[in-house]
């Protein structure tokens, strides 16, 4: 079946760094690929998407790149903040029993210092 | 904008003892799922629903069950609680469609004792 893996956390940076979150799928169909965030206390929100080989998604300075040859789809920010901290989740939605089933990894925390 | 709203946000139960999770979504999606998330584990789905009058298993469905009651609204019932299911659990709907992201809930924080 289809699954998700991304990279162990927890992640701990100085303000300013550079920060990538490895995320690598496999699928049985052509999924759309996902990166969702979830701030302490609070439910997941979409950060990001990309629904076809080599698109790029990018919102808040955050980008990833659907990457169809090594199916996956990395997230990067070039300069992190300690209001980046949250727990990172990579996802992808594939058709499944004629549905669209989202699939979650098993999500990257993220430590921000000052 | 409500979005999805999840009732109740905390619950500590017995074990063997029954409660229901409410869902509720303002956004006219036709598709609504539950996931429960562990430590470690990310987040599992327990059952969706792809339309109103539908619904299926998900990865881990065993000790609950749901209905669709109308397509607003999806409950998650658990006949009887075990330690095992104490978790968080979330609700989340969206449209059906590969590139259809999905809106969450806030959560609710179930402890089985």
């Known amino acids: 079946g289809d699954s998700v893996t991304q990279m162990e956390g927890p992640v701990t940076l100085s303000e300013e760094a550079f920060l990538t979150i490895n995320c690598t799928y496999t699928?049985?169909?052509?999924?759309?690929l996902f990166w969702y965030v979830q701030y302490p206390g609070e439910g997941l929100q979409l950060l990001l998407k990309a629904t076809k080989a080599d698109d790029k998604g990018s919102n808040k300075g955050f980008e990833a790149t659907y990457r169809k040859e090594t199916t996956s789809f990395h997230l990067e920010k070039g300069s992190v903040q300690v209001s980046d901290s949250a727990v990172y989740f990579c996802?992808?939605?594939?058709?499944?029993?004629?549905?669209?089933?989202?699939?979650f990894g098993r999500g990257t925390s993220l430590i921000v210092h000052p | 904008n409500a979005g999805v709203t999840q009732t109740p946000k905390f619950q500590v139960l017995k074990t063997g003892q029954s409660m229901t999770l409410q869902c509720a979504q303002d956004?006219?999606?036709?598709?609504m799922y539950w996931y429960r998330q562990d430590p470690g584990m990310g987040l599992r789905l327990i059952y969706y629903s792809a339309s109103e009058g539908t619904t299926d298993k998900g990865e881990v469905p065993n000790g609950y069950n749901v209905s669709r009651l109308n397509k607003r609204e999806f409950s998650l019932r658990l006949e009887s609680a075990a330690p095992s299911q104490t978790s968080v659990y979330f609700c989340?709907?969206?449209?059906?469609?590969?590139?259809?992201?999905?809106?969450f809930g806030s959560g609710t924080q179930l402890s089985v004792l």
């Open positions: 699928a049985t169909g052509y999924p759309s």
């Open positions: 996802a992808l939605s594939d058709r499944l029993r004629g549905s669209y089933i989202p699939t």
């Open positions: 989340a709907s969206s449209e059906q469609g590969a590139s259809e992201k999905l809106f």
């Open positions: 956004m006219n999606h036709n598709s």
